[in-house]
Structure formats: C-alpha cells, structure tokens
T-cell receptor, first 114, second 111 residues
C-alpha cells in the first residue's frame, strides 16, 4: 500500500496562475482533508470531504476549491494563485469508523507563489 | 485566542533528560485528543492518543484533564531520535472528524 500520495511534491507559480494539487489514497478511507502549514501557525484546515461527491469548508477556504469525484482522490485547486498561498500543503485521510480518529498524511506539496 | 495552544519552543535538552509539553484547548466540545510528531519537512504522524485516564507508551506518557482543558506529554530518557516537533491535536465532536492542531513545540535532544 502506498498510503497517501500527493502530486506534485514541489511547484513554483507566478501570481495569477492556476494549478491543481492531487491527493490519492489506497486505504479505502471515507474522509479526506486538505491542510496548509505555515511557520508558527500549525496546520490549518482548508477543505475536507466526508465521502465521495461531498466537500465542506474548513478554517481557511478562501482562494481554494476542491473536488472529490472518486473516493480515492481529493483535488485542491488554486484558481488565481497569490503570494499569500505560499505554503506547504498536506493531504490526509481517515477511515469513517466512529473510533477511527487517526489521520494519515501525505508527504506534502511545497508551493511557492512569486 | 487560538483553539489549541502549546508551550512555545524550542526545548533543548540533553540525552536522558525528561521533558514535558503542555497544551490547552478552548472548545469544551473537544472529543478526542492526540499527540502527533512531525520531523523536519515531513508529514505529521500520530504519536499517541490521549485518554481521560492517562496512558503510557514506553517512554511516553500522555495526560488529559478535561476540567482544566489541559493535555500534557511527558518524554522520559530522551533520545536523539526524539528530536522533532510535537503537535497537540483535538477532534471536535461530530464535525466530520476535523482535527484542530496546535502550532507545535520543537524539541531538540543533544548528545
């Protein structure tokens, strides 16, 4: 099992460009999450999904969109990148069981917006 | 006020030392509690869950005080390999399994 994978690992964008980050998990998890991590800020939730075809806003959703067309994939889109979106982006997934609280994280995508 | 606050770091300790991290949370609806470990430039990984009765895993002991909304992590006999950032994490009740992360406390264990 690969667990949670993220594509790409690194990316540099210019202000105004768009891009999509891909998260894939092979654990048949129901729930998937996108976070961003900035120095001194901890991880902040951008959007999440509790199942295929559903998405919801997290703490910092502005400037991002997501889609969960397939259970195993969770896409994060930046419509018009801004320097404030320079960050490390982590995807995570977890099982839907009531006692399954552990989230499994991907290796992260390091994004720089110039 | 942040929902989850941790001791500011970094903590610099010698090998073999005992070190304690503290964390407070503001939302009384918090249901589950965890400590995650994050190595430099890597993804967070679950270290241990925190139970009301307190729990131990080898050199690591976690405590929860719901009345004071306080969580702690004690590391005994620190190893060089314990150097990492420790994240205090809470799960709010009935909110899609969302985790709220503290900003993390960096630990550096020196020879």
């Amino acid at each position: 099992n690969a667990g949670v994978t993220q594509t790409p690992k690194f990316r540099v964008l210019k202000t105004g460009q768009s891009m999509t980050l891909l998260c894939a998990q092979d654990m048949n998890h129901e729930y998937m999450y996108w976070y961003r991590q900035d120095p001194g800020m901890g991880l902040r939730l951008i959007h999440y999904s509790v199942g295929e075809g559903t998405t919801a806003k997290g703490e910092v959703p502005d400037g991002y969109n997501v889609s969960r067309l397939k259970k195993q994939n969770f896409l994060l889109g930046l419509e018009s990148a801004a320097p404030s979106q320079t960050s490390v982006y982590f995807c995570a997934s977890r099982d839907g069981g009531w006692d399954s609280n552990e989230q499994f994280f991907g290796p992260g995508t390091r994004l720089t917006v110039l | 006020r942040k929902e989850v606050e941790q001791d500011p770091g970094p903590f610099n300790v010698p090998e073999g030392a005992t070190v304690a991290f503290n964390c407070t949370y503001s939302n009384s609806a918090s249901q589950s509690f965890f400590w995650y470990r994050q190595d430099c430039r890597k993804e967070p990984k679950l270290l241990m869950s925190v139970y009301s009765s307190g729990n131990e895993d080898g050199r690591f002991t976690a405590q929860l005080n719901r009345a004071s909304q306080y969580i702690s992590l004690l590391i005994r006999d620190s190893k060089l390999s314990d150097s990492a950032t420790y994240l205090c994490v809470v799960n709010l009740y009935n909110q899609g399994g969302k985790l709220i992360f503290g900003q993390g406390t960096e630990l550096s264990v020196k020879p």
